[in-house]
């Protein structure tokens, strides 16, 4: 079963390795973001802190999100494509083919973020982590990762076309905007606020930004924790029986 | 020719399958003999495909039995899956991998095959197949005819030892379908039972040791190539005149032929080749006879179906 993941995985590297925009999008895009906030709009922003301090945890959710179209498009593919028929017909583990998308994404999640967090450093980030913060971190972004992967392989599953699959997976990167990813909920109108206050990301930012600033609150943590793993089991769940009807 | 039916490698029995209210199998029994080539011959939308994916697990039937290779389609499909292998009406193949990238993936995904053998494995399908050349580029680039190839050729992988080929000539040019049967009937010699279908009558006559004949959802025929052909008009010359008259003399000049008086056409029983053809047309000048219309006509699809059901086969489609 591993191995067979194992195999997907390394097939899926080779599509990126001959298709390498959609992984170049999904590392530089953010490291822009971060120029275009913390250059352009961080003056006007009044959140307390150095603005590359508050808005590189945001960036960082922003990062993982960021990579996700592309997943639903080429899981879509796969599926409309006759190779998936192939793969149907052999003695494999079924789902091997869904894990190997799941793993390159969060894969690519993690590249995305190093290079986010390496260019933040340089543009005078500061976060007071310890060592024990960052593995916590690390974690956190891990499970997001792998929450939002499998979430997105089953929008993927269900869309007709690869061109809807990659529409559908607009609203999870639109998302963080709603959140306090760039500012502070309480800032926000109302509506808005109550929305962006109550979403799942911004206990996931929140708890990031708690890390790196050294200090994590516990309920955060538990929030987010909880709703990385109720989107994983949804994702995994959804996938699996799309993938089955599919089948 | 001898069919081998000691030992069955695919039987089914009453098969059904609908798909909603559209009855797709309506009561299919058919047996495979080990070693051997049966064709499934039928018009698109006779329920051929349906029949594959049912046979290979694809597809789960509403009713009937099948075994594939001693197990049961429903209950075993892990090991009915690892002792075939199936080549689908659309190659496929992974676009964005190359050639041998595609053979390496399969040997990866096969249990059976030891790490150190795959290499070898690889290069001697490249070899046969005759896709050393292109083994490098990705598979998006190929042609038709060398992703048909190169479908064939992962599908091998692991050797296994029954194979589902759906139309695996449909759309191919005439040298790359004569390249597909020569590599069918290599297969066969190595021991492979092959369960093609098709929509060509000469692609069953040429590869098949017994055709079955599939119209909507029913076999209306089974036999050997030979056998079905029997049933049907053979390669004949037709001749079309312009007056009755015509006809009539040439009527009596061949004594075995059938005429159509509507159409003013004289069929006359030729095997199609150059001397038998020049026979015809000497006798014709010998009476100074000339025909308007002058064709070589070969037993097809249609033909089998006409003398089978009395429709022809895009009236079956519908």
Redesign the interface.
Same mark, same amino acid.
């Given at each position: 079963m591993k191995a067979?993941s194992m195999?997907m995985l *390394? *097939?899926n590297f080779?599509?990126i390795a *001959?298709?390498p925009t959609t992984v170049f999008n999904a590392v530089l895009m953010p490291v822009v973001m971060l120029f275009m906030f913390v250059y352009m709009f961080g003056d006007a922003f009044s959140v307390g802190v150095d603005y590359v301090d508050y808005a590189t945890p945001g960036l960082i959710l922003l990062a993982v999100c960021y990579g996700l179209g592309s997943v639903a498009t080429s899981v879509n593919s796969d599926m409309t494509?006759?190779? @998936?028929? *192939?793969?149907?017909?052999?003695? @494999?583990s079924r789902g091997a083919v869904l894990t190997g998308h799941v793993i390159a994404s969060v894969l690519t999640n993690l590249l995305a973020i190093a290079a986010l967090v390496g260019v933040a450093l340089l543009l005078g980030f500061d976060p007071s982590a310890s060592v024990l913060d960052w593995l916590g971190l690390l974690g956190i972004v891990a499970l997001l990762g792998v929450a939002l992967a499998w979430f997105t392989v089953a929008l993927g599953l269900a869309a007709k076309t690869p061109e809807t699959a990659g529409m559908a997976a607009v609203p999870l990167v639109m998302l963080p905007f709603f959140s306090s990813a760039i500012v502070p909920a309480e800032t926000m109108g109302p509506g808005l606020r109550e929305f962006a206050q109550y979403q799942p990301f911004t206990p996931i930012i929140e708890t990031l930004r708690g890390l790196l600033g050294g200090s994590p609150a516990g309920s955060d943590v538990i929030v987010a924790i909880a709703w990385c793993a109720g989107i994983a089991v949804l994702g995994y769940v959804w996938a699996s029986a799309t993938f089955t009807k599919r089948? | 020719m001898v069919v081998r039916m000691t030992n069955s490698a695919i039987t089914a029995s009453g098969l059904r399958k609908a798909f909603g209210d559209k009855v797709v199998l309506d009561g299919i029994d058919l047996e495979v003999g080990e070693g051997s080539i049966f064709s499934l011959l039928g018009p698109n939308g006779s329920g051929k495909t349906t029949t594959v994916n049912v046979l290979s697990t694809l597809t789960k039937a509403d009713g009937g039995t099948v075994r594939v290779a001693g197990h049961d389609v429903a209950t075993d499909a892990r090991a009915v899956r690892a002792a075939i292998g199936v080549t689908g009406q659309f190659a496929a193949v992974d676009e964005l991998l190359t050639g041998r990238e595609n053979l390496q993936l399969m040997v990866d995904l096969n249990r059976r095959i030891h790490a150190g053998d795959g290499k070898r494995i690889v290069t001697e399908l490249l070899e046969r197949f005759d896709l050393v050349e292109s083994a490098g580029k990705p598979a998006s680039t190929y042609s038709g005819g060398m992703r048909r190839k190169l479908d064939l050729a992962m599908t091998l992988v692991g050797d296994p030892r029954i194979i589902f080929l759906d139309e695996p000539t449909t759309g191919l040019d005439p040298r790359s379908r004569r390249t597909m049967w020569s590599i069918i009937r290599d297969l066969v010699a190595g021991g492979v039972t092959v369960f093609l279908t098709t929509q060509y009558l000469e692609e069953a006559d040429q590869l098949a040791d017994r055709v079955a004949v599939l119209d909507q959802g029913h076999l209306v025929a089974q036999g050997t190539p030979d056998e079905l052909k029997r049933q049907i008009a053979g390669t004949h010359v037709r001749l079309r005149f312009t007056t009755a008259a015509e006809l009539d003399a040439a009527a009596r000049l061949f004594p075995e032929s059938t005429r159509d008086d509507e159409a003013l056409t004289l069929r006359v029983p030729s095997d199609g080749g150059t001397a038998s053809l020049r026979a015809v047309l000497d006798r014709l000048d010998e009476y100074s006879l000339g025909a308007e219309e002058f064709s070589v006509h070969r037993p097809d699809l249609d033909d089998v179906f006409l003398a089978l059901t009395g429709r022809t086969t895009e009236v079956a489609a519908k």
């Open positions: 067979h195999v *390394r *097939r080779k599509h *001959r298709n494509k006759g190779v @998936i028929n *192939r793969f149907k017909v052999m003695d @494999i089948a | -």
